[in-house]
């Protein structure tokens, strides 16, 4: 069974920065993608950032413009685990981040973490 748990939320400063993780029970390589997404009070749900898992190194990466050049997204493959790193981080960017997991068209989300910026 495909678990996904997400860490590393919080209340942080304009300006600030934090990491999220998102813990694997599978093995991810053998998966197509994960990514990290968004769903801010009234709006849906976005893209944040993708990374493949075709090869054994970092793979392909994606990011909504809204947070290109301040957001990076990384795997460990030994330890299951995806990584978005944020900084330079604005109150817009006050979310509850999401982690999800593909493999042809199926997909499996974890239950979220939830980020404030704000002074």
């Known amino acids: 069974q495909v678990q996904l748990v997400e860490s590393g939320g919080g209340l942080v400063q304009p300006g600030g920065s934090l990491r999220l993780s998102c813990a694997a029970s599978?093995?991810?390589?053998?998966?197509?993608?994960m990514g990290w997404y968004r769903q801010a009070p009234g709006r849906q749900r976005e893209l944040v950032a993708t990374?493949?898992?075709?090869?054994?190194?970092?793979?392909?990466?994606n990011y909504a413009d809204s947070v290109k050049g301040r957001f990076t997204i990384s795997r460990d493959n030994a330890k299951n685990t995806v990584y978005l790193q944020m900084n330079s981080l604005k109150p817009e960017d006050t979310a509850v981040y999401y982690c999800?997991?593909?493999?042809?068209?199926?997909?499996?989300w974890g239950q979220g973490t939830q980020v404030t910026v704000s002074s």
């Open positions: 999800k997991l593909e493999k042809l068209g199926l997909e499996w």
């Open positions: 599978v093995r991810i390589l053998s998966f197509n993608a």
């Open positions: 990374v493949t898992m075709g090869d054994t190194t970092g793979g392909r990466t």
